[in-house]
């Protein structure tokens, strides 16, 4: 099944603890990218990856790292989390780059939903 | 940068009624999308519109695109109990990245 995965599903942690959030996808699909998600305020980008080994800020990079080693894995890292980082968290993933001619859909991860204490 | 902005933000309506949101944005698109969210899950991609294209059916949905106006509407109709969720267009611009606006919240009452 067509899927992106991520881990943990649920997060409670404390202040500057670092935090890995996983994020695996199954298609063969250039493009990664990370949201948060928060009330109000809908999604904002964290940072995004075209391929492999090549990743870029999104609009609301501080606080936030990300590695594409691998075409399938995108993981966020949490160096230092702080409570305003508390938020829900979406990995997703599309076969070209939002900007391509052929661009396609987004499919989306069931979320990750982050307190930071 | 925000690009897409839906309107109305909320809306609530009565099972087999008809449900229209509507998006406007701000620069020349390549293509919109629009994505649905049950609560607290993931979105789930409903329709992509290109630039050169004016009307797409899927269903009970039906997306128009005005580039003249820079808005598009998704229309649902008969709708459900289980179209309640919240409802997002994305853009899509040469060069750069999808961006979301804050969503409409439908809410289909039995």
């Known amino acids: 099944e067509a899927q992106v995965t991520q881990n943990p599903r649920y997060l409670i942690t404390v202040t500057g603890k670092k935090l890995t959030v996983t994020c695996s996808q199954n298609m063969n699909h250039e493009y990664m990218s990370w949201y948060r998600q928060d009330p109000g305020l809908g999604l904002r980008q964290i940072y995004y990856?075209?391929?492999?080994?090549?990743?870029d800020k999104g609009d609301v990079p501080e606080g936030y790292k990300v590695s594409r080693k691998e075409k399938r894995n995108f993981p966020l890292i949490l160096e230092s989390p702080s409570p305003n980082q508390t938020s829900l968290y979406f990995c997703a993933s599309s076969l070209y780059p939002p900007g391509a001619t052929n661009t396609g859909e987004l499919f989306f991860g069931e979320g990750s939903r982050l307190t930071v204490l | 940068s925000q690009q897409g902005e839906e309107d109305p933000q909320a809306l609530s309506i009565q099972e087999g009624e008809n449900a229209t949101m509507n998006c406007s944005y701000k620069?020349?698109?390549?293509?919109l999308q629009w994505y649905r969210q049950n609560s607290g899950r993931g979105l789930v991609h409903l329709i992509l519109?290109?630039?050169?294209?004016r009307e797409k059916h899927s269903g009970r949905l039906r997306v128009t695109l005005d580039t003249s106006k820079k808005s598009s509407s998704l229309l649902i109709t008969a709708s459900r109990a289980a179209d309640t969720a919240s409802y997002f267009c994305?853009?899509?611009?040469?060069?750069?990245?999808?961006?979301f606006g804050p969503g409409t919240r439908l809410s289909v009452l039995p």
């Open positions: 519109i290109r630039s050169n294209e």
């Open positions: 994305a853009t899509a611009s040469y060069g750069q990245n999808f961006v």
């Open positions: 620069t020349s698109i390549n293509n």
């Open positions: 990856s075209m391929n492999v080994e090549v990743t």
